[in-house]
Structures are given as C-alpha cells and as structure tokens.
C-alpha cells in the first residue's frame, strides 16, 4: 500500500497530444518530485517542489511543465512530446526537515508511450 | 559531482546464495544513504537507510547494509536470498550540501529458483 497515487497508470499520446499526469501524496509531506524512469539509464529527477515552490529543474525541456497547486498535488503537463520521452514517470514525496533530505515514497508510476 | 556508482547492473544468482551488491558515492561532505528495490511492476520502496549511528544498518526482509565511510560504500547484503528477492536495486544518497537525492543506475537480481 503506498500514500503515493498516479494517474492515469498507462498513458498512450501522440506527438501533438497534451495531456497531464496526476500525482497525490497522502503522507502529509511538504516535498514532491518527478523522475523519468527508462530502461537502463539511471533514475532521472526532473523536477522538485518544496513547500509548493519548484527548487529544483534538472533541464528539463520545455515540453514538460509542472504545476503544484498545493503541499498534495502534483502535475506533470505534457505537450508536443517526442519518442524518446516514452518511459515510466514516477511521482514522490518526503518530508524534508532543516538540512536533511528524508526518505522518499514513491508512487506506482505512469507508462507513457509517445507514437 | 555528486553521483552513486552501483558497480553490478545484473546479478544472477541461485536460491540460498549470499548477495552483496555494491554502491559507491562521491565525497561530499555528511551523506544519509539508501537501498531501494523495485519488485517487478511495483513502485519503488525503501529496503533500508543509514543516518547516523551504527553504521551496520537492517532493514526489511533480511537484507543489511554497512557504510563504510573510509571507501564511500554502501554494499548491501543478505545471507541467502530467496527467489522473491527478483527484483531491481537502487543506492541513493541526500548530501547535506544538496537539495536532492541522487540515485545510481540500479542492480537486477535475478534469482534462479
């Protein structure tokens, strides 16, 4: 059982499509994130949301355009997306204290498939 | 830079085998460390952690982890693993000095029944 739900779990898109994945975090926690999961590579952070305020964007393109309404909520925006950006977009949370970056709780991921 | 290196990127091993998977992390000043799995089609989830203190840290389903701090490792190990151990394996490590947690590029443990 995880306090980290995704939606939609599968996603297929075409190149011109815009869509948004959804991410909600249960655990009371004041930090989110997003990976991009691909299959043998390293996990990948793409962004960061502490106390609602992005600290973190790890060159990201454009494509991709978070927004995080609230301490809860979290989305990832998705438009005009190549191929290359098919892989599993993973959601997590922590609660981040006076220097220390806690444990993260993940969710269970979308599959997107760009054709 | 900062950065996790996870020297194994597949392991296969017989049931009642011991494991050892290795994790190395760049200098960096105070570090907290982790081991996460990823059993197959599940989310990701903490197996184990390290903050302060003693530096032999257990964690869930038998599994253990020593930091070393002299050679920057993390090895995680276990006595005998099971076939459920199938699974893929993350180090992680937070920085005091960085906002975020790094990840290495992760072990498969294949486990033959």
């Known amino acids: 059982e995880t306090g980290v739900t995704q939606t939609p779990r599968h996603l297929v898109m075409g190149m011109t499509n815009k869509k948004s994945l959804k991410c909600e975090q249960h655990?009371?926690?004041?930090?989110m994130y997003w990976y991009k999961q691909s299959a043998k590579k390293p996990l990948e952070l793409m962004f960061v949301?502490?106390?609602?305020?992005?600290?973190e964007n790890n060159s990201v393109p454009s494509r991709f355009s978070p927004e995080c309404p609230n301490s809860s909520h979290l989305f990832l925006h998705l438009h005009t997306l190549q191929p290359e950006d098919s892989a599993l977009y993973l959601c997590?949370?922590?609660?981040?204290?006076?220097?220390?970056?806690?444990?993260?709780?993940f969710g269970p991921g979308t599959r997107l498939t760009v054709l | 830079a900062q950065s996790v290196s996870q020297h194994n990127h597949h392991v296969i091993l017989s049931e009642a085998a011991s494991l050892e998977l290795g994790c190395n992390y760049s200098y960096g000043g105070t570090v907290n460390l982790f081991w996460y799995v990823q059993y197959p089609g599940q989310h990701l989830q903490l197996l184990l952690k390290?903050?302060?203190?003693?530096?032999l840290v257990k964690g869930i389903k038998g599994f253990e982890a020593e930091f070393i701090k002299s050679k920057f490792s993390f090895n995680l190990r276990k006595p005998s693993v099971q076939w459920s151990d199938t699974a893929e394996y993350f180090c992680?490590?937070?920085?005091?000095?960085?906002?975020?947690?790094?990840f290495g590029s992760g072990t498969r443990l294949s486990i033959r029944p």
């Open positions: 390290y903050f302060s203190g003693d530096p």
């Open positions: 997590a949370s922590s609660q981040v204290t006076t220097g220390a970056y806690n444990e993260q709780f």
């Open positions: 655990l009371g926690h004041n930090a």
């Open positions: 992680a490590v937070t920085y005091s000095s960085a906002s975020k947690i790094i």
């Open positions: 949301y502490n106390f609602k305020e992005q600290t």
